[in-house]
């Protein structure tokens, strides 16, 4: 019972410590669209095509945020879903084991 509440524990921080990462990532992008409004615009509208195919900007973001919404639903033991990896054209380098198959974290 306890190291089954001390995993849960630890799977609950973990959770907490990307939304976290994430909640500061988004203010920090809007403190500096708030402190520089012409600067965010102009890199925005200079963001150029990989040669993977896609813009590095606002859609590889996008992308990003679907698979941390996926890896967040895994963590909460609801259904995945798809990842949203198939929308990178890039080859995988980096893998991610959330869960072992005890249900470890």
């Given at each position: 019972e306890f190291h089954s509440l001390l995993a849960d524990l630890r799977a609950e921080v973990?959770?907490?410590?990307?939304?976290?990462?994430?909640?500061?990532?988004?203010?920090?992008?809007?403190?500096e669209?708030?402190?520089?409004?012409?600067?965010?615009?102009?890199a925005a509208a200079t963001s150029a095509p990989t040669p993977a195919?896609?813009?590095?900007?606002?859609?590889?973001e996008a992308i990003a945020r679907d698979i941390g919404r996926w890896i967040r639903r895994?963590?909460?033991g609801r259904s995945p879903g798809p990842s949203g990896r198939d929308r990178i054209r890039l080859a995988s380098k980096?893998?991610?084991?959330?869960?072992?198959?005890?249900?470890r974290v």
């Amino acid at each position: 019972e306890f190291h089954s509440l001390l995993a849960d524990l630890r799977a609950e921080v973990s959770a907490l410590r990307l939304e976290l990462a994430a909640t500061k990532g988004r203010v920090l992008a809007l403190e500096e669209q708030i402190s520089n409004p012409q600067a965010t615009s102009a890199a925005a509208a200079t963001s150029a095509p990989t040669p993977a195919g896609y813009s590095v900007g606002s859609e590889r973001e996008a992308i990003a945020r679907d698979i941390g919404r996926w890896i967040r639903r895994c963590l909460d033991g609801r259904s995945p879903g798809p990842s949203g990896r198939d929308r990178i054209r890039l080859a995988s380098k980096w893998y991610l084991c959330i869960r072992d198959i005890n249900r470890r974290v």
